[in-house]
């Protein structure tokens, strides 16, 4: 090993030691557990910040409901009776976002929102 090669390996070791307290102190994943009946999502308003990424684990009492939102990066995701159905994002900008319920549902169908706030 000659001496270029040995000093590109030292900054290549101490890059690791400088980016490795970064990943550490990156925020961990908010995780947020919905129940969704006709027609209501309990919790029916959840917080969650900009930029920290957040798995909602989501779950039916009756009929299969769904959930998705564009502006949110919020896949279409059922939610059926028994199961759990999990989706992930990360809020990108502050704001209160209306998610309507995305599986026609019943009756109430139109009135089932989940009150997302996105903060700072
Ligand atoms: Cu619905």
Redesign the pocket.
């Known amino acids: 090993m000659n001496l270029k090669t040995f000093l590109g390996a030292m900054i290549f070791v101490a890059a690791g030691f400088i980016a490795a307290p970064v990943a550490a102190t990156a925020a961990p994943i908010q995780t947020v557990k919905i129940t969704?009946h006709?027609?209501a999502f309990a919790p029916s308003v959840i917080v969650v910040h900009v930029g920290r990424p957040v798995k909602f684990l989501m779950t039916s009492k009756d009929?299969?409901?769904?959930l998705a939102s564009t502006a949110l990066g919020i896949a279409d995701t059922p939610i059926s009776k028994g199961k759990i159905s999990t989706v992930t994002f990360t809020p990108k900008k502050v704001g209160t976002y209306r998610v309507?319920?995305?599986?026609?549902?019943?009756m109430?169908?139109g009135d089932?929102v989940l009150t997302v706030k996105v903060v700072n």
Do not use: E
Not at 63 to 66: I, K, M
Not at 100 to 106: I, P, Q, R, T, V
């Open positions: 969704a006709q027609w009929v299969t409901h769904g309507h319920c995305a599986d026609f549902c019943g109430g169908h089932m």
